[in-house]
């Protein structure tokens, strides 16, 4: 700063300066005033007003002129309102470039002199659209406004000009406006990075410097915190740009700040109760240490039954004429012998438990670590649950008939006793890596509270209450189970002493410790007596101690009396225990806060901390309070040095053996665990506290909705078991039903009220409240989802529209339904048609079946009647449709029947008596219809559904408590039970699928009236559609010379163009007239820790070698342009300044590009991605490589002049790291990937190798000496490598020297290298080092820190040296003085930050991947990982958009109708216009954190007029106004994201399709969606296409054709006239497929309109066979097909020569002419193609595989 800028410094007060409240040098619009803000404590200016603002300075010519780099701005917008906040900053070049932020700005958008921020207000609004709905909006009240903080907005104006303008020097800061609602204090410039949590004192007091760039905030800035809270729980702060998020153009308060739902964050002082653990770190007590326990013995591998393939554990069978005893006994026992001819139901077991949901049931005291740590074993009910906590996966214990109280584990955790409550309360002894139980005895008490486990596993102390209510105390001998003997008992005693917690010592069995309510007690087992003696508490009672616990880890030799033993309690208290002396020997009270001084405890005192649990290590103790919070405190409790705070009270902590980790569970049905080193707290279960009344399937998304008696409805991943919402409400629900294809929920409640959810945006869509009386108790979604259904205890039955969202009551019915909550939660059944709804009622003893539409009765059964034999009246229990059959109907009766009911006549078709021993309480059926599965009480069985068997049925247990509701999953994979818990399982019995003959309606044939609009529905395909069946017609097959495939090698020449087989059709036939049945039947290297190395893309995609390209001149169409650079690549870009040309990589194909002229030249030789280049020093040889295709890499050498392939080489197993050619061009130097880090010479004369070595580790870079031609140097992560080459040995001689790196850096890996003369080495780090070595004694001599993350690239030009990193930072640095420094004789290593100068720097887009520069370091060309190349130029600092390429997939890409632009959109949202034939980007549009997944233009091409619409994820549409280059209309017609989008003909609408099959025709002119066609509803859209035809020929009005796709292999062609408000159907055309049994998604469906016949329609997709159809509309016939090699991923047509491109997975391009069947095949993609395109013309053809994107001129065949 120049002198007379010093005033400025250290910073500037603006509203002081100017005398704001003067108003004399700035002014002031509209409603502007002052108030004093109770927050903090200061006068404030509030703007308030769309036309109120604040200026500075008051006349626009004039300047502030502060020079100050960052500005502060102190403000606090108003909630629920917009500002606008708008700087001038004026660059060093005299550009003024204005830069606006506000939060009604959705998206960044920037010219070349204007920046828009959008600015999100903290993390409070983003809670509001991301959390679930709160109970006020659930009841429909009016949400309460978003809470906002003061904000402390820092703008650095330097970076932000240098990051999105490319404008290096910031000269000042011109003028400033505020405008509409906020409150501001003031703003102030500054070049300190001032910390406004720190002010001038607290800096003092602390020492801290303000030499470095940061500083105090002054006083009169600061804002006060109030006492007891923290500055960050009161404040925002936000400073922009962020570094490492550059590009997101979005101003907010940054991640770190923000808390994540469901996951801890870090505290520094007690704060609010959050929804899940917290941690807190107090900063002034000394940090512990954790000693780590040695490691003890792996556990062995379980039986293959509980391996990661098959995680769940099969439950015990039972026949069906078995029944379960009381008493429990062995699983094995239970399954009854049969002869071999009897015939069962298979699979045996058909059921096999894969997840349960829940923790506790009897205790949620009850949880254990495994010795190795890696799991942890904890109750659910009835069934003991072992769980990894990596993976979540599940082994179960399974045999208890009544919920598990106890559990304990031996030391070595090998044996695992757990205990059962009830009437029968048994202890069962498990092997636990076996998991078989190994002995079953009976306790005799009515309750077990505790169990123990002596280290040994030899004893086994229990103890619990008997009848009458004493204490009951056993002491088992359990030494024989291992061996099979049997368990005997020690001792036994009685007495009227409470005890919570008993545990055996672990350095001796024979002694006890226990506590309960006051009472400590120690116990000693001598000659088969057990005796106790109580500890004196003297003054310390009444109290109630909760837990004892010996402290862990101590040594076998440690005497007793150094051995620590606690006790804890209600009311705080610690009690330390004198084991020999029988007395305490300290007592500590323990508080949420930690008081000054320490007062003496009475009992008229406040109570501290509720204890419920502890647990002692060697290094800290672990409590768990009342008040929900884990607290680590250190062995003298001086205080806490972390803490976690639960959503309940915390009702046991458990320290694991290495003292890493801490179990903690919960009243709440919580279990996780906190990490102790990296204080991180995941969540391993959440559950219900109460009995799981219902739950529905989403089958989509895999989510489980479940309504519990806790009053809480939760969503579940099935997958991961965590929980995904949670929606609390006073109201207990009862029962649930999800949408069959949409992401909402409804859910019913006791006080009769319907609510529906959407769980997408996490709201309330409709609440009904009016219609029924009492308890909900069925609720159901029909199978198309078009109509909701609920009924009530009281008799109501409800009908509503689910179409709309509002869900509106379409008719309320009174008195149908039978009365009472018995029938819950499943009162309710809808046929699979959708048509009949079913249910019992009026009365218990009648069934009626009423139409699903109107509600109108259709039959009624009386159930009473139709079992003549039967002594007594039957009533009905619950009904359910059969799922293949609308006409079967069962219903399960009081009498334990199942009847099969005909839904058409009411007769009996069978019954099935003694389902179960208590009634039936719930039943489904499979969608096959081979399989029926019911519920009674706590069994679950299922049934072959014909009954056909001998033995119909298997029977499962596990359930504690009766069982609410089980049904199928969609997709018949699994069975999903709930009652006590909820229980997952695998079903295995493989669904088989129906095939049926599917005729079209004779609506069909003849269309309907032009004016009408479209019906509701389209007919949906009965499951599967059939194939066709092609032998019943009479066809003309003609295959012409299809010939060489390679196969084998021939003499001749090969022909240009190959042909395809042509089926010509000559007859008529109807789809779906017949029926053809067919039969289908070492250790990986780890990758390096650095972005340097190369890493090929994942590819599911291969190549198709059979395919046959044609010869050069004969080719089809020629590759003109390729658009984009890799920037997966490294160092794939190499520039020869006097040659005038650079060439870079674009997928597999090498651009050669003249920098005067822009014409490209393409080497093509390559499958895989090129992962680097090098150019020879005479600009006359090229060398690339690409990644491993098959076995080993191809490199290929390339003569530049011709670009003629001159040797290709395959030596290196995987990838090839890097390419260099000597000084003299004579030598090629390769290196191996970390798969196989191998140095190999090369010949560049002969292309033989002369030598080669494997290294030790990865290496990442690697050159030859500029000097010296056989010197050479490589960096890797074992150090630099120094080699020599001796090229006269007859096989040539390599010898590689490795010297570490310098221990100055620490242990990094060494990235990058370059020479800088021939005795001198520069090496980098990926942790921003830069290395000065002395070549010839191979030593570090100089390092200074250049960058703060990873240095990739080095260049070293002269006395410069270039550096490129991952921060998106390029500098240059003047290493003149490093010669001067290099020590003579004697190594030393000195500190090179004052030796070295940074002599310029330009911050890029991404990180730096390649580099290439002349030999004066003045001008080049750099590569970054955003696919860019930028031309370089330091004299004035500049840099230029050379090459523009997507880094994410292109989904797809769109011609403009006069071919002079096109537009491609990708998965990072963004939309990009290019100008044709420059190839060059126009205009970019970008979305946050959406992905662009389809793009089209409006049919006006003129600039003023020509628009462009894209299709996002979110469900969005935006349409973009070329002219002016901003957004000119936001549309949601989707919930869902949309997957295709097109104009239509004349512009008025915009037809989308969403990936939930709605399509929706929305006006263009004002956006509003006009009509939403649900024909394809459940199978998302592929493609749509309108094209200008009119429709009389077909007996129709309209003056345009489009057509749908859908994936599910159905094309709908329709006749519009969108003017007129016209849209009727022309046709419908379902396709044939077998089911797909590939792992990947099947072929998407493609379909076009002929471009010279729209009355002819192509269409492509998965089916019978590999063809293209050609489907005539006006004879309604398929008159063609045309058979594929591949399966097609995308087509496309062309206007002239009757061409068809036509992409496949198989990176195979193939232009087909389809009159003749000629085709030719093109592969210069390294990837599955996705999109291929034609210009209108037909003379270009735009081909996309992921980011690749080549354009080709088309010739004809």
């Known amino acids: 700063?120049?002198?007379?800028?010093?005033?400025?410094?250290?910073?500037?007060?603006?509203?002081?300066?100017?005398?704001?409240?003067?108003?004399?040098?700035?002014?002031?619009?509209?409603?502007?005033?002052?108030?004093?803000?109770?927050?903090?404590?200061?006068?404030?200016?509030?703007?308030?007003?769309?036309?109120?603002?604040?200026?500075?300075?008051?006349?626009?010519?004039?300047?502030?002129?502060?020079?100050?780099?960052?500005?502060?701005?102190?403000?606090?917008?108003?909630?629920?309102?917009?500002?606008?906040?708008?700087?001038?900053?004026?660059?060093?070049?005299?550009?003024?470039?204005?830069?606006?932020?506000?939060?009604?700005?959705?998206?960044?958008?920037?010219?070349?002199?204007?920046?828009?921020?959008?600015?999100?207000?903290?993390?409070?609004?983003?809670?509001?659209?991301?959390?679930?709905?709160?109970?006020?909006?659930?009841?429909?009240?009016?949400?309460?406004?978003?809470?906002?903080?003061?904000?402390?907005?820092?703008?650095?104006?330097?970076?932000?000009?240098?990051?999105?303008?490319?404008?290096?020097?910031?000269?000042?800061?011109?003028?400033?406006?505020?405008?509409?609602?906020?409150?501001?204090?003031?703003?102030?410039?500054?070049?300190?990075?001032?910390?406004?949590?720190?002010?001038?004192?607290?800096?003092?007091?602390?020492?801290?410097?303000?030499?470095?760039?940061?500083?105090?905030?002054?006083?009169?800035?600061?804002?006060?915190?109030?006492?007891?809270?923290?500055?960050?729980?009161c404040y925002d702060y936000i400073r922009f740009p962020v570094e490492g998020d550059l590009n997101c153009g979005i101003i907010r308060k940054g991640p770190l700040n923000v808390e994540t739902p469901n996951e801890p964050t870090l505290i520094e002082e007690e704060e609010a109760q959050p929804p899940d653990p917290e941690l807190a770190v107090i900063p002034e007590l000394p940090e512990v240490v954790c000693e780590v326990a040695?490691?003890?013995?792996?556990?062995?591998?379980?039986?293959?039954?509980?391996?990661?393939?098959?995680?769940?554990?099969?439950?015990?069978?039972?026949?069906?004429?078995?029944?379960?005893?009381?008493?429990?006994?062995?699983?094995?026992?239970?399954?009854?012998?049969?002869?071999?001819?009897?015939?069962?139901?298979?699979?045996?077991?058909?059921?096999?438990l894969r997840r349960i949901i829940g923790f506790g049931g009897a205790t949620t005291k009850c949880a254990l670590w495994t010795m190795s740590g890696d799991s942890v074993v904890y109750p659910c009910h009835a069934i003991v649950v072992s769980m990894k906590i990596d993976s979540n996966e599940q082994r179960f214990f399974i045999g208890h008939t009544d919920k598990v109280s106890a559990l304990a584990f031996n030391g070595n955790t090998t044996l695992l006793a757990s205990a059962q409550s009830g009437n029968y309360c048994v202890i069962r002894i498990w092997n636990y890596l076996k998991g078989n139980c190994m002995a079953m005895f009976r306790m005799h008490a009515h309750s077990v509270t505790a169990l123990s486990f002596s280290y040994s596993g030899g004893i086994l102390c229990g103890a619990g209450k008997d009848r009458r209510g004493k204490t009951l105390v056993v002491v088992w001998?359990?030494?024989?189970?291992?061996?099979?003997?049997?368990?005997?008992?020690?001792?036994?005693?009685?007495?009227?002493?409470?005890?919570?917690?008993?545990?055996?010592?672990?350095?001796?069995?024979?002694?006890?410790?226990?506590?309960?309510?006051?009472?400590?007690?120690?116990?000693?087992?001598?000659?088969?007596?057990?005796?106790?003696?109580?500890?004196?508490?003297?003054?310390?009672?009444?109290?109630?101690?909760?837990?004892?616990?010996?402290?862990?880890?101590?040594?076998?030799?440690?005497?007793?009396?150094?051995?620590?033993?606690?006790?804890?309690?209600?009311?705080?208290?610690?009690?330390?225990?004198?084991?020999?002396?029988?007395?305490?020997?300290?007592?500590?009270?323990?508080?949420?806060?930690?008081?000054?001084?320490?007062?003496?405890?009475?009992?008229?005192?406040?109570?501290?901390?509720?204890?419920?649990?502890?647990?002692?290590?060697?290094?800290?103790?672990?409590?768990?309070?009342?008040?929900?919070f884990l607290r680590l405190w250190p062995l003298d409790f001086s205080g806490v040095f972390l803490e976690a705070e639960h959503e309940g009270p915390v009702s046991l902590v458990s320290v694991s053996s290495d003292s890493m980790h801490v179990l903690t569970a919960t009243l709440t049905g919580n279990l996780g665990f906190l990490d102790v080193s990296s204080r991180g707290y995941s969540t391993l279960m959440r559950s219900h506290t109460g009995t799981v009344l219902g739950f529905s399937v989403d089958g989509v998304r895999r989510h489980l909705t479940t309504a519990s008696a806790d009053g809480s409805v939760r969503i579940w991943s099935m997958d991961s078991l965590h929980q995904l919402y949670d929606f609390v409400s006073e109201d207990k629900p009862c029962s649930v039903a999800f949408h069959p294809s949409e992401q909402i929920f409804s859910c019913g409640f006791s006080s009769g009220i319907v609510r529906v959810f959407d769980i997408s945006c996490g709201k309330l869509l409709a609440e009904h409240n009016s219609h029924h009386r009492g308890e909900v108790v069925g609720l159901v979604f029909s199978p198309d989802g078009d109509c909701m259904y609920s009924a009530a205890s009281e008799g109501s039955l409800a009908l509503y529209n689910s179409c709309d969202n509002d869900s509106h009551v379409i008719r309320v019915v009174c008195g149908v339904v039978a009365r009472g909550t018995g029938r819950a939660p499943d009162a309710l059944t809808v046929s699979s048609d959708s048509r009949c709804l079913a249910f019992v009622g009026p009365s218990e003893y009648t069934?009626?079946?009423?139409?699903?539409?109107?509600?109108?009765?259709?039959?009624?059964?009386?159930?009473?009647?139709?079992?003549?034999?039967?002594?007594?009246?039957?009533?009905?229990?619950?009904?359910?449709?059969?799922?293949?059959?609308?006409?079967?109907?069962?219903?399960?009766?009081?009498?334990?029947?199942?009847?099969?009911?005909?839904?058409?006549?009411?007769?009996?078709?069978?019954?099935?008596?003694?389902?179960?021993?208590?009634?039936?309480?719930?039943?489904?059926?499979?969608?096959?219809?081979?399989?029926?599965?019911?519920?009674?009480?706590?069994?679950?069985?299922?049934?072959?559904?014909?009954?056909?068997?001998?033995?119909?049925?298997?029977?499962?247990?596990?359930?504690?408590?009766?069982?609410?509701?089980?049904?199928f999953t969609p997709g018949q994979q699994g069975v999903v039970s709930v009652g006590d818990a909820i229980f997952l399982w695998d079903f295995l019995a493989h669904p088989v699928d129906l095939l049926q003959t599917v005729?079209?309606?004779?609506?069909?044939?003849?269309?309907?009236?032009?004016?009408?609009?479209?019906?509701?529905?389209?007919?949906?395909?009965?499951?599967?559609?059939?194939?066709?069946?092609?032998?019943?017609?009479?066809?003309?097959?003609?295959?012409?010379?299809?010939?060489?495939?390679?196969?084998?090698?021939?003499?001749?020449?090969?022909?240009?163009?190959?042909?395809?087989?042509?089926?010509?059709?000559?007859?008529?036939?109807?789809?779906?007239?017949?029926?053809?049945?067919?039969?289908?039947?070492?250790?990986?290297?780890?990758?390096?820790?650095?972005?340097?190395?190369?890493?090929?893309?994942?590819?599911?995609?291969?190549?198709?070698?059979?395919?046959?390209?044609?010869?050069?001149?004969?080719?089809?169409?020629?590759?003109?342009?390729?658009?984009?650079?890799?920037?997966?690549?490294?160092?794939?870009?190499v520039w020869s300044p006097d040659q005038g040309l650079f060439a870079y990589s674009c997928g597999g194909v090498v651009v050669v590009e003249n920098v005067n002229s822009g014409r490209q030249r393409h080497l093509q030789g390559h499958r895989e991605e090129i992962s680097c280049l090098a150019i020879s020093n005479d600009a006359q040889m090229m060398a690339s490589a690409a990644g491993k295709s098959a076995n080993k890499s191809l490199i290929c050498v390339w003569a530049i002049p011709s670009g003629a392939c001159l040797?290709?080489?395959?030596?290196?197993?995987?990838?090839?790291?890097?390419?260099?050619?000597?000084?003299?061009?004579?030598?090629?130097?390769?290196?191996?990937?970390?798969?196989?880090?191998?140095?190999?010479?090369?010949?560049?004369?002969?292309?033989?190798?002369?030598?080669?070595?494997?290294?030790?580790?990865?290496?990442?870079?690697?050159?030859?000496?500029?000097?010296?031609?056989?010197?050479?140097?490589?960096?890797?992560?074992?150090?630099?490598?120094?080699?020599?080459?001796?090229?006269?040995?007859?096989?040539?001689?390599?010898?590689?020297?490795?010297?570490?790196?310098?221990?100055?850096?620490?242990?990094?890996?060494?990235?990058?290298?370059?020479?800088?003369?021939?005795?001198?080495?520069?090496?980098?780090?990926?942790?921003?080092?830069?290395?000065?070595?002395?070549?010839?004694?191979q030593s570090c001599f100089m390092t200074w820190e250049a960058d703060e993350g990873e240095i990739g690239v080095l260049l070293c030009r002269g006395n410069s040296l270039l550096t490129g990193s991952n921060t998106h930072w390029l500098r240059l640095w003047e290493v003149e003085a490093v010669r001067r420094m290099k020590p003579l004789g004697k190594v030393s290593r000195k500190d090179g930050s004052a030796s070295v100068v940074l002599k310029r720097e330009i911050m890029l887009d991404g990180a730096t991947v390649s580099a290439a520069f002349d030999h004066t370091m003045d001008m080049g060309i750099v590569g970054t990982t955003m696919g860019t190349l930028w031309y370089i130029d330091w004299l004035d600092t500049s840099s230029i958009r050379l090459v523009s390429g997507h880094?994410?997939?292109?989904?797809?890409?769109?011609?403009?109708?006069?071919?002079?632009?096109?537009?491609?959109?990708?998965?990072?949202?963004?939309?990009?216009?290019?100008?044709?034939?420059?190839?060059?980007?126009?205009?970019?549009?970008?979305?946050?954190?959406?992905?662009?997944?389809?793009?089209?233009?409006?049919?006006?091409?003129?600039?003023?007029?020509?628009?462009?619409?894209?299709?996002?994820?979110?469900?969005?549409?935006?349409?973009?106004?070329?002219?002016?280059?901003?957004?000119?209309?936001?549309?949601?017609?989707?919930?869902?994201?949309?997957?295709?989008?097109?104009?239509?003909?004349?512009?008025?609408?915009?037809?989308?399709?969403?990936?939930?099959?709605?399509?929706?025709?929305?006006?263009?002119?004002?956006?509003?969606?006009?009509?939403?066609?649900?024909?394809?509803?459940?199978?998302?859209?592929?493609?749509?296409?309108?094209?200008?035809?009119?429709?009389?020929?077909?007996?129709?009005?309209?003056?345009?054709?489009?057509?749908?796709?859908?994936?599910?292999?159905?094309?709908?062609?329709?006749?519009?006239?969108?003017?007129?408000?016209?849209?009727?159907?022309?046709?419908?055309?379902?396709?044939?497929?077998?089911?797909?049994?590939?792992?990947?998604?099947?072929?998407?469906?493609l379909a076009a309109f002929c471009p010279t016949d729209p009355s002819l329609l192509i269409y492509t997709g998965y089916g019978i066979e590999k063809e293209l159809i050609f489907y005539s509309l006006s004879k309604k016939r398929i008159i063609k097909k045309i058979a594929l090699p591949h399966w097609a991923t995308c087509f496309s047509l062309s206007s002239k020569s009757q061409l068809i491109a036509l992409g496949s997975k198989e990176r195979v391009l193939k232009l087909i002419k389809w009159t003749s069947g000629k085709f030719q095949n093109f592969s210069q993609h390294s990837d599955s193609l996705q999109t291929c395109r034609f210009s209108p013309s037909g003379t270009l053809l735009f081909s996309v595989a992921h980011n690749e994107i080549l354009l080709w001129e088309v010739n004809g065949l």
């Open 1 to 233: 700063m120049a002198a007379k800028d010093d005033w400025q410094h250290p910073f500037v007060n603006i509203f002081k300066e100017f005398r704001l409240s003067e108003w004399q040098k700035a002014s002031k619009e509209g409603d502007v005033s002052t108030y004093t803000d109770k927050t903090l404590n200061s006068v404030v200016f509030r703007i308030r007003g769309a036309g109120s603002c604040i200026r500075l300075p008051k006349k626009t010519h004039q300047s502030l002129g502060l020079k100050g780099r960052y500005l502060y701005v102190l403000f606090k917008p108003s909630p629920g309102k917009t500002f606008l906040i708008v700087l001038d900053v004026t660059a060093q070049d005299g550009c003024v470039v204005r830069i606006s932020i506000s939060n009604m700005f959705k998206e960044f958008k920037s010219t070349t002199t204007s920046l828009l921020f959008p600015f999100q207000c903290g993390p409070e609004f983003d809670r509001i659209t991301e959390k679930t709905p709160t109970l006020a909006q659930q009841h429909n009240r009016p949400p309460e406004k978003p809470r906002v903080h003061w904000t402390c907005l820092m703008m650095d104006l330097q970076c932000t000009l240098a990051t999105y303008l490319n404008q290096r020097y910031y000269s000042h800061l011109k003028n400033v406006k505020l405008c509409a609602w906020m409150s501001v204090k003031s703003l102030f410039t500054s070049d300190l990075q001032l910390n406004p949590e720190v002010s001038y004192q607290k800096a003092k007091l602390k020492g801290l410097p303000t030499s470095d760039g940061t500083g105090p905030m002054p006083r009169d800035m600061m804002f006060p915190t109030p006492k007891g809270r923290t500055w960050q729980s």
């Open 294 to 352: 040695d490691d003890p013995q792996p556990e062995q591998e379980a039986p293959s039954s509980h391996h990661s393939s098959q995680p769940s554990t099969p439950l015990p069978v039972v026949n069906e004429e078995d029944e379960l005893s009381q008493l429990p006994e062995e699983p094995e026992d239970e399954v009854a012998d049969s002869p071999e001819e009897v015939q069962k139901l298979l699979p045996d077991p058909i059921l096999r």
């Open 1207 to 1337: 040797c290709t080489i395959s030596y290196h197993r995987g990838a090839v790291q890097s390419l260099a050619f000597s000084k003299d061009d004579r030598f090629l130097l390769s290196i191996g990937d970390f798969s196989d880090p191998t140095v190999a010479v090369w010949s560049s004369s002969t292309f033989q190798m002369l030598a080669g070595e494997t290294v030790l580790g990865p290496i990442h870079d690697a050159a030859f000496s500029p000097s010296v031609a056989h010197q050479l140097a490589c960096v890797g992560s074992q150090g630099v490598y120094f080699g020599l080459f001796d090229s006269h040995s007859q096989d040539g001689d390599l010898s590689l020297e490795r010297a570490r790196a310098p221990v100055e850096v620490g242990d990094v890996e060494l990235t990058a290298l370059c020479y800088h003369s021939d005795s001198l080495l520069f090496t980098a780090t990926n942790r921003g080092h830069l290395c000065a070595w002395d070549i010839k004694a």
């Open 1447 to 1645: 880094k994410s997939k292109v989904n797809d890409l769109a011609f403009q109708a006069d071919e002079s632009h096109f537009a491609t959109c990708s998965e990072d949202g963004s939309v990009r216009v290019w100008s044709s034939p420059s190839n060059e980007l126009v205009v970019q549009f970008q979305v946050l954190n959406q992905s662009c997944t389809c793009v089209c233009w409006g049919p006006f091409p003129s600039v003023q007029r020509a628009r462009l619409a894209a299709g996002y994820g979110d469900g969005t549409l935006r349409v973009f106004r070329l002219s002016t280059s901003e957004m000119e209309r936001k549309l949601q017609p989707h919930r869902v994201a949309v997957t295709a989008i097109q104009y239509s003909v004349n512009g008025d609408v915009i037809l989308s399709g969403g990936k939930n099959g709605l399509i929706a025709v929305s006006r263009a002119l004002d956006g509003s969606t006009i009509r939403v066609f649900r024909d394809h509803k459940g199978a998302a859209i592929t493609t749509i296409q309108c094209v200008r035809e009119q429709c009389k020929d077909f007996g129709l009005v309209g003056n345009e054709l489009w057509l749908a796709a859908s994936v599910d292999r159905r094309v709908s062609v329709w006749a519009a006239d969108w003017f007129k408000c016209k849209c009727a159907l022309l046709d419908w055309l379902t396709l044939a497929a077998p089911p797909y049994c590939q792992d990947d998604r099947p072929p998407p469906s």
């Open 477 to 628: 001998n359990t030494s024989g189970v291992g061996s099979g003997g049997e368990v005997s008992m020690f001792a036994k005693t009685k007495m009227d002493v409470d005890i919570k917690t008993i545990k055996i010592a672990n350095f001796d069995e024979t002694r006890l410790v226990s506590c309960g309510h006051d009472s400590i007690r120690l116990w000693r087992v001598r000659k088969g007596t057990l005796r106790s003696c109580p500890i004196n508490l003297g003054e310390y009672r009444p109290l109630d101690f909760t837990d004892v616990s010996f402290q862990e880890g101590d040594s076998p030799e440690q005497h007793i009396d150094d051995r620590l033993l606690l006790a804890s309690c209600k009311s705080g208290h610690v009690f330390e225990i004198d084991y020999t002396r029988l007395v305490i020997r300290n007592v500590r009270w323990l508080f949420p806060v930690q008081r000054e001084q320490q007062e003496r405890w009475t009992l008229e005192k406040d109570p501290g901390i509720a204890i419920n649990s502890l647990s002692v290590c060697s290094s800290f103790c672990a409590t768990g309070s009342e008040d929900g």
């Open 847 to 967: 069934i009626t079946i009423a139409d699903a539409l109107s509600l109108e009765e259709l039959l009624r059964l009386d159930v009473s009647i139709l079992d003549s034999e039967s002594t007594f009246l039957d009533s009905a229990l619950k009904v359910c449709f059969s799922s293949a059959s609308p006409e079967h109907l069962l219903v399960a009766t009081s009498a334990n029947k199942i009847l099969w009911v005909n839904t058409k006549t009411g007769s009996l078709l069978r019954q099935v008596s003694k389902v179960h021993k208590h009634w039936c309480s719930s039943l489904a059926v499979s969608e096959d219809r081979r399989f029926l599965v019911t519920a009674g009480h706590n069994a679950v069985k299922v049934w072959d559904y014909n009954m056909h068997l001998s033995l119909n049925s298997q029977m499962f247990i596990g359930h504690s408590q009766p069982i609410n509701q089980v049904s």
């Open 999 to 1133: 005729r079209l309606p004779s609506r069909f044939a003849t269309t309907s009236a032009a004016d009408e609009m479209p019906r509701e529905r389209a007919p949906l395909p009965l499951s599967p559609p059939p194939p066709l069946d092609v032998s019943a017609v009479d066809s003309n097959e003609v295959e012409l010379n299809v010939t060489a495939t390679g196969s084998e090698p021939s003499s001749h020449p090969r022909p240009a163009t190959s042909f395809l087989k042509i089926t010509e059709l000559r007859d008529t036939i109807k789809l779906g007239s017949h029926l053809q049945n067919s039969d289908f039947t070492g250790r990986k290297p780890l990758r390096p820790d650095c972005y340097r190395h190369f890493i090929p893309r994942f590819k599911n995609s291969t190549f198709d070698e059979t395919a046959v390209t044609p010869q050069p001149g004969e080719a089809g169409m020629t590759l003109k342009a390729v658009i984009g650079y890799n920037g997966n690549g490294r160092g794939n870009l």
